[in-house]
């Protein structure tokens, strides 16, 4: 079902893909749709809600498990095997503290601007990788959440569809990698105004 896996997708287990609830997907296609659908719930779920503590270990797993329990019975569940990227798992929990930590601190010390404090979330969430799926649709929203948190607005993630391979995608992991060496200004630009 899951056929070959974009540059910058993680591979589930046997195990995880047991896990999908809708039992008439076979075709990466209908599992995109299918997450999508469930993405747009937990987006239904948010409008209105002044959503505070977004940088909370709670709210991560409570976000998380909104976009896509209508997909995955693990939704909201930390991964339970290491990947091709992402902190080995049994590290997890503690990773995610420490981040939440530090965006505390960032915030306190004003040490970044909205948006750079943001991306760098969102980068530092992708890093750890927390779930089985869903880890970068997951730290974007999360990252406009932070920002709207602190008086921004939602970012544009390049207005465009990140799933598929293509021109989006390859900037985007592209900015991640960079990030990956501690230079955020393509992914702070991508973010805010799109693929160059």
């Not at 290491?82 to 080995?88: A, F, K, S, T, Y």
């Not at 798992?89 to 503690?94: A, E, G, L, N, V």
Request: proline share 4%; aromatic share 10%.
């Amino acid at each position: 079902m899951m056929g070959d896996l974009p540059d910058g997708a993680t591979p589930l287990t046997p195990e995880e893909i047991e896990g999908l609830i809708p039992s008439h997907i076979s075709l990466k296609q209908e599992l995109n749709a299918c997450e999508q659908e469930n993405i747009l719930s937990a987006r239904l779920w948010l409008l209105g809600k002044r959503v505070a503590g977004v940088a909370e270990a709670r709210f991560l797993k409570e976000l998380h498990r909104r976009m896509f329990d209508r997909t995955w019975k693990w939704a909201g569940e930390y991964r339970r095997s290491d990947r091709n990227l992402g902190v080995p798992w049994q590290r997890i929990s503690f990773e995610l503290e420490q981040l939440c930590r530090e965006v505390r601190a960032w915030r306190e010390e004003e040490l970044f601007s909205g948006d750079e404090l943001a991306v760098r979330f969102h980068h530092k969430l992708v890093w750890i990788h927390c779930f089985p799926n869903g880890n970068g649709r997951h730290a974007r929203l999360a990252a406009d959440l932070l920002a709207v948190e602190m008086g921004g607005q939602p970012f544009t993630w390049g207005q465009g569809d990140l799933v598929p391979v293509g021109k989006c995608r390859e900037t985007y992991i592209q900015a991640l990698r960079e990030a990956d060496q501690g230079r955020y200004e393509a992914l702070l630009a991508f973010a805010r105004s799109g693929a160059a």
